[in-house]
């Protein structure tokens, strides 16, 4: 079954840094599409980045410049190196798969992934 385990949560302070993973298993990684996800109590869930099957990223604009979204097809693992973190982002992070080719515009409608992680926590401290 198709299985996705996010680690690297933590608590760190305006400024700093932390790399999220996801390791995933029970599907053919490579041909998926991915994401993260976030989501802060009484907030909206939102998309944050997303990685298509051919490498294709989206980001948000309000992390653009500041995380990077990556993926190895080899470990089946994707990634989310965090910098520059504001108290504003804290949250829960998600890590998501899809099956199907998801196109660029709906990839951060999270219908449209119907496999999400457990989540892993991140607390940026002003």
């Known amino acids: 079954?198709?299985?996705?385990?996010?680690?690297?949560?933590?608590?760190?302070?305006?400024?700093?840094?932390?790399?999220?993973?996801?390791?995933?298993?029970?599907?053919?990684?490579?041909?998926?599409?991915?994401?993260?996800?976030?989501?802060?109590?009484?907030?909206?869930?939102?998309a944050v980045a997303s990685i298509a099957r051919e490498g294709t990223i989206r980001y948000s604009e309000s992390v653009d410049g500041r995380f990077t979204i990556s993926k190895d097809n080899a470990e089946n693992t994707l990634y989310l190196e965090m910098n520059d973190l504001k108290p504003e982002d804290t949250a829960m992070y998600y890590c998501v798969a899809?099956?199907?080719?998801?196109l660029y515009w709906y990839s951060f409608q999270a219908d449209q992934y119907p496999f999400w992680g457990q989540g892993t926590q991140v607390t940026v401290s002003s």
Do not use: I
Request: charged share 15%.
């Open 98 to 102: 899809s099956p199907q080719l998801v």
């Open 1 to 46: 079954q198709v299985q996705l385990v996010e680690s690297g949560g933590g608590s760190v302070q305006a400024g700093g840094s932390l790399k999220l993973s996801c390791v995933t298993s029970g599907f053919l990684f490579r041909v998926y599409t991915l994401a993260w996800f976030r989501q802060s109590p009484g907030q909206e869930r939102e």
